[in-house]
């Protein structure tokens, strides 16, 4: 049987959701990159941070929510405001392989404990 939720439930999820999403932006504002597609790439980025490094190419699609070209401009502008860090491939030297570095990583992990503690009282 499903759990049934009350307005009271849901009331305190809405709120978790906009504190979520506003503590990002206050995260990473410093940075330029409050935008929450970033908050899609950077988490993604944060789940695969131990698998191999991703190329560039593949980074674009952990942002549904843009288009492709725009995925483009995204990426190119958190390495270039160091949140992500982008080194030649050893194996094939046309490939651009990037991670998070780790002031992205600490902020990502601070973004992750919020959310927990936000969460921790929704459905209770």
């Known amino acids: 049987m499903t ?3 009350t307005i009271a439930h849901r009331t305190r999820a809405a709120q978790a959701i906009f504190a979520i999403d506003s ?3 206050q995260t990473f504002a410093d940075t330029g990159l409050s ?3 970033y908050c899609d790439l950077f988490t993604q980025m944060w789940l695969q941070r131990k698998e191999a490094p991703p190329a560039k190419t593949d980074l674009y699609n952990l942002m ?3 288009s492709r070209r725009t995925a483009v401009k995204y990426v190119q502008n ?3 405001r160091g949140m992500l860090a982008e080194q030649e491939s050893t194996t094939d030297r046309r490939l651009r392989l990037v991670t998070l570095t780790p002031a992205a990583a600490s902020k990502v992990e601070r973004f992750l404990d ?3 503690s936000s969460f921790s009282e929704v459905g209770k």
């Open 3 to 5: 759990k049934r939720y």
């Open 23 to 25: 503590f990002w932006a």
């Open 35 to 37: 935008d929450l597609n």
């Open 64 to 66: 549904p929510n843009i």
């Open 78 to 80: 958190a390495i270039d």
């Open 114 to 116: 919020h959310t927990c």
